[in-house]
Protein backbone atom coordinates (compact mmCIF):
# COMPACT_ATOMS: atom_id res chain seq x y z
CA UNK A 1 0.00 0.00 0.00
CA UNK A 2 1.17 3.66 -0.74
CA UNK A 3 -0.07 6.79 0.98
CA UNK A 4 0.17 10.25 -0.26
CA UNK A 5 0.37 12.87 2.34
CA UNK A 6 -1.31 15.96 1.53
CA UNK A 7 -1.31 19.06 3.66
CA UNK A 8 0.13 22.56 3.27
CA UNK A 9 3.38 23.41 2.03
CA UNK A 10 3.51 26.84 1.09
CA UNK A 11 1.38 28.96 4.01
CA UNK A 12 2.90 26.12 6.47
CA UNK A 13 5.12 27.49 9.18
CA UNK A 14 7.85 24.51 8.68
CA UNK A 15 6.71 23.72 5.16
CA UNK A 16 4.91 21.07 6.28
CA UNK A 17 6.96 18.50 7.43
CA UNK A 18 6.77 17.63 10.86
CA UNK A 19 3.55 16.02 10.66
CA UNK A 20 4.27 14.16 7.29
CA UNK A 21 7.96 13.03 8.89
CA UNK A 22 5.84 11.28 12.06
CA UNK A 23 2.74 9.69 10.53
CA UNK A 24 5.36 8.66 7.52
CA UNK A 25 7.72 6.52 10.47
CA UNK A 26 3.95 4.96 11.46
CA UNK A 27 2.87 4.38 8.01
CA UNK A 28 6.27 2.49 7.17
CA UNK A 29 7.28 0.92 10.61
CA UNK A 30 3.59 0.31 11.60
CA UNK A 31 2.04 -1.06 8.63
CA UNK A 32 4.20 -1.52 6.21
CA UNK A 33 3.69 1.23 3.84
CA UNK A 34 5.13 2.96 1.08
CA UNK A 35 4.60 6.95 1.74
CA UNK A 36 5.34 9.54 -0.67
CA UNK A 37 5.85 12.82 1.01
CA UNK A 38 5.91 15.83 -1.55
CA UNK A 39 7.40 18.42 1.62
CA UNK A 40 10.36 16.19 1.16
CA UNK A 41 10.75 15.43 -2.41
CA UNK A 42 11.19 19.39 -3.07
CA UNK A 43 13.43 18.39 -6.17
CA UNK A 44 10.28 16.80 -8.10
CA UNK A 45 11.34 17.23 -11.98
CA UNK A 46 12.91 20.14 -11.34
CA UNK A 47 16.03 22.00 -12.72
CA UNK A 48 18.12 23.27 -10.25
CA UNK A 49 17.50 26.79 -11.78
CA UNK A 50 13.96 25.93 -11.28
CA UNK A 51 14.15 24.97 -7.66
CA UNK A 52 16.77 27.68 -6.56
CA UNK A 53 14.53 30.36 -8.37
CA UNK A 54 11.05 29.82 -8.54
CA UNK A 55 9.69 30.97 -5.56
CA UNK A 56 11.38 34.39 -5.83
CA UNK A 57 9.75 34.12 -9.22
CA UNK A 58 5.92 34.10 -8.20
CA UNK A 59 6.51 38.14 -7.71
CA UNK A 60 9.64 38.79 -9.85
CA UNK A 61 8.81 36.74 -13.02
CA UNK A 62 5.26 35.35 -12.35
CA UNK A 63 4.87 34.08 -15.91
CA UNK A 64 8.14 31.86 -15.07
CA UNK A 65 6.81 31.04 -11.63
CA UNK A 66 2.93 29.55 -12.91
CA UNK A 67 5.23 26.98 -15.57
CA UNK A 68 7.38 25.87 -12.63
CA UNK A 69 4.49 25.56 -10.17
CA UNK A 70 2.31 23.82 -12.85
CA UNK A 71 5.73 21.57 -13.22
CA UNK A 72 4.80 20.48 -9.44
CA UNK A 73 1.22 20.57 -10.13
CA UNK A 74 1.51 17.83 -12.87
CA UNK A 75 4.07 15.84 -11.06
CA UNK A 76 2.07 15.69 -7.73
CA UNK A 77 -1.13 14.94 -8.96
CA UNK A 78 0.54 12.38 -11.10
CA UNK A 79 2.05 10.66 -8.22
CA UNK A 80 -1.73 10.62 -6.75
CA UNK A 81 -3.27 9.08 -9.97
CA UNK A 82 -1.11 6.47 -10.61
CA UNK A 83 0.81 5.60 -7.34
CA UNK A 84 -1.20 6.06 -4.51
CA UNK A 85 -3.56 3.26 -3.08
CA UNK A 86 -5.36 6.39 -0.24
CA UNK A 87 -4.87 9.76 0.14
CA UNK A 88 -3.97 11.30 4.04
CA UNK A 89 -4.67 15.14 4.23
CA UNK A 90 -3.84 17.45 7.07
CA UNK A 91 -6.09 20.58 6.55
CA UNK A 92 -5.62 23.76 8.64
CA UNK A 93 -5.73 27.13 8.44
CA UNK A 94 -2.11 26.98 6.32
CA UNK A 95 -3.74 24.34 3.75
CA UNK A 96 -6.97 26.77 3.73
CA UNK A 97 -4.98 29.75 2.82
CA UNK A 98 -3.45 27.50 -0.10
CA UNK A 99 -5.26 25.27 -3.16
CA UNK A 100 -3.12 22.16 -3.99
CA UNK A 101 -4.69 20.47 -0.92
CA UNK A 102 -8.47 20.50 -1.79
CA UNK A 103 -6.97 20.08 -5.26
CA UNK A 104 -4.92 16.75 -4.11
CA UNK A 105 -8.36 15.97 -1.72
CA UNK A 106 -10.56 16.19 -4.96
CA UNK A 107 -8.98 13.98 -7.27
CA UNK A 108 -8.26 11.12 -4.57
CA UNK A 109 -11.95 11.87 -3.96
CA UNK A 110 -12.66 11.58 -7.66
CA UNK A 111 -10.93 8.60 -8.33
CA UNK A 112 -11.95 6.62 -5.98
CA UNK A 113 -8.99 6.94 -3.39
CA UNK A 114 -10.05 6.79 0.08
CA UNK A 115 -9.56 10.31 1.74
CA UNK A 116 -8.50 10.23 5.20
CA UNK A 117 -8.60 13.84 6.54
CA UNK A 118 -6.66 15.18 9.73
CA UNK A 119 -9.07 18.37 10.77
CA UNK A 120 -7.01 20.88 12.30
CA UNK A 121 -9.11 23.80 12.65
CA UNK A 122 -12.76 23.94 13.97
CA UNK A 123 -15.10 22.25 11.34
CA UNK A 124 -17.53 25.55 11.08
CA UNK A 125 -14.81 27.07 9.65
CA UNK A 126 -13.40 24.11 7.07
CA UNK A 127 -14.05 24.17 3.56
CA UNK A 128 -17.84 21.99 3.18
CA UNK A 129 -16.03 20.75 0.04
CA UNK A 130 -12.97 19.16 1.32
CA UNK A 131 -14.93 18.08 4.13
CA UNK A 132 -17.68 16.18 1.89
CA UNK A 133 -14.51 14.22 -0.59
CA UNK A 134 -13.32 12.93 2.63
CA UNK A 135 -14.38 9.09 3.17
CA UNK A 136 -13.44 10.03 6.81
CA UNK A 137 -12.61 12.60 9.27
CA UNK A 138 -10.35 13.04 12.45
CA UNK A 139 -9.55 15.26 14.82
CA UNK A 140 -5.87 14.57 15.64
CA UNK A 141 -3.25 11.95 13.76
CA UNK A 142 -3.92 9.57 16.73
CA UNK A 143 -7.28 8.96 15.78
CA UNK A 144 -6.30 8.52 12.23
CA UNK A 145 -3.41 6.21 13.10
CA UNK A 146 -5.95 3.61 15.31
CA UNK A 147 -8.40 3.86 12.08
CA UNK A 148 -5.46 3.12 9.88
CA UNK A 149 -4.66 0.49 12.03
CA UNK A 150 -7.55 -0.91 12.02
CA UNK A 151 -8.11 -1.02 8.36
CA UNK A 152 -4.58 -1.73 7.44
CA UNK A 153 -3.03 -3.47 10.56
CA UNK A 154 -2.49 -7.34 10.32
CA UNK A 155 -6.02 -8.16 12.28
CA UNK A 156 -7.87 -5.82 9.18
CA UNK A 157 -7.47 -9.40 6.88
CA UNK A 158 -10.44 -11.47 8.30
CA UNK A 159 -13.53 -11.62 6.45
CA UNK A 160 -15.25 -9.00 8.47
CA UNK A 161 -13.10 -6.18 8.28
CA UNK A 162 -14.54 -3.19 7.48
CA UNK A 163 -14.03 -2.23 3.68
CA UNK A 164 -12.31 0.89 2.66
CA UNK A 165 -14.98 2.55 0.57
Known sequence: MKAYLSGAIEHSADGGRKWRE???VFLREGLGHEV????ADERKNLTEEELAG??????????????VVRKIIAWDLDRIESDTDYLVALWDRAASAGGGTAAEVTLAYRLGKPVYLVLAMPAAEASGWVLSAATEVFDNLGALESRLRENFGPDSRREDSAPLR
Open 22 to 24: DLA
Open 36 to 39: YDPA
Open 54 to 67: FRRWKLEDPTRFRE
